[in-house]
C-alpha cells in the first residue's frame, strides 16, 4: 500500500476546486482500493466540499496542510485540531514552506504534533533533513529537501533511501518523499521499497496528471 499525498499549498479558489471535483471524479475510482491510499491535502476552506465529494471512498482521504499548536479558544486566525474533527484524518506538520515564512520550529512542530494526537488526527511531520526534529510517537515522516521542492528535480533514489536511515525512520514508521514528484518519475520512486509514499505539490492541483500519477503506484 503506496501513500500518495497531493499538498495543493495556497492554491485554488472554490470554483476551481469545484471542477477539480469533476474532472477527477470521471476516472475509476474504485480501481484505486486496496492499491494506494490518496490524501487531498487542500486550503482549509474547501475541505467540506472535498469531504462530501469524497465521502464514499475510503481510500480517499483528506488532509489539512496545517493545524493550530493551541486548542479551541481566544486565538484568532488559527484552526484548531477540534475544528477538523470529522473532515480530515491526517496533518502535514512542519513544511518547510511553514518554517520559512511562518517561523516555525521544532517546538512548535512539536506542540502541533501534540495538537494533532489528542485531536485523533494522524500528523505527518515533514522534515527538510536529518537537522530537523521528528516528535515522538510520530507514525508518518515525510522527506522533503528544500532543493527538490517546485523546482521539477527530484532528489536521486539512493539519495532518498540514504535519508530514510539518516533520518532515523524504522520499521514502524511510514517514510514518504516529496519534492518534484510527477506522474513521468514517481513509479521509479515508490518501486523501492523503502519508499512508502510520496508527496507531490504542483503535480496534485491537475487532476489528470494527478490520476495518471497515482495510477502509476498501482500494480507494484
Ligand atoms: P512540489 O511540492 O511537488 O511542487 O515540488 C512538494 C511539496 O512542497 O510538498
Redesign the pocket.
Known amino acids: 500500500m503506496k501513500y500518495i499525498i497531493g499538498?495543493w499549498k495556497a492554491n485554488k479558489n472554490a470554483d476551481e476546486v469545484q471542477k477539480w471535483i469533476a474532472a477527477f471524479k470521471t476516472h475509476d475510482l474504485a480501481v484505486l482500493e486496496g492499491q494506494v491510499e490518496v490524501i487531498i491535502c487542500p486550503p482549509f476552506p474547501f475541505l467540506p466540499l472535498l469531504h462530501e465529494a469524497f465521502k464514499e471512498f475510503d481510500h480517499i482521504k483528506l488532509g489539512a496542510q496545517d493545524i493550530s499548536q493551541f486548542g479551541a479558544g481566544q486565538y484568532t486566525g488559527e484552526v484548531a485540531a477540534h475544528s477538523l474533527d470529522g473532515l480530515v484524518q491526517y496533518v502535514l506538520v512542519g513544511?518547510s514552506?511553514r518554517r520559512r515564512y511562518f517561523q516555525e520550529t521544532d517546538r512548535s512542530v512539536e506542540l502541533k504534533v501534540e495538537a494533532a494526537q489528542s485531536g485523533g488526527i494522524e500528523p505527518i511531520v515533514l522534515v527538510r533533513g536529518p537537522e530537523d526534529q521528528i516528535p515522538l510517537g510520530v507514525k508518518f515522516v515525510g522527506y522533503?529537501p528544500v532543493d527538490?521542492?517546485?523546482?521539477g528535480d527530484t532528489e536521486s533514489l539512493p539519495q532518498i533511501q540514504d535519508m530514510r536511515n539518516e533520518i532515523g525512520v524504522d520499521a514502524t514508521q511510514v517514510f514518504i518523499y516529496?519534492?518534484?514528484?510527477k506522474s513521468h518519475n514517481v513509479r521509479d520512486l515508490v518501486s523501492a521499497p523503502e519508499v512508502d509514499g510520496v508527496?507531490?505539490?504542483?503535480?496534485s492541483l491537475d487532476p489528470e496528471e494527478f490520476y495518471t500519477l497515482i495510477e502509476r503506484c498501482l500494480h507494484l
Open positions: 499538498n513544511h514552506e522533503e527538490a521542492i517546485g523546482t516529496g519534492g518534484s514528484v508527496l507531490p505539490g504542483g503535480a
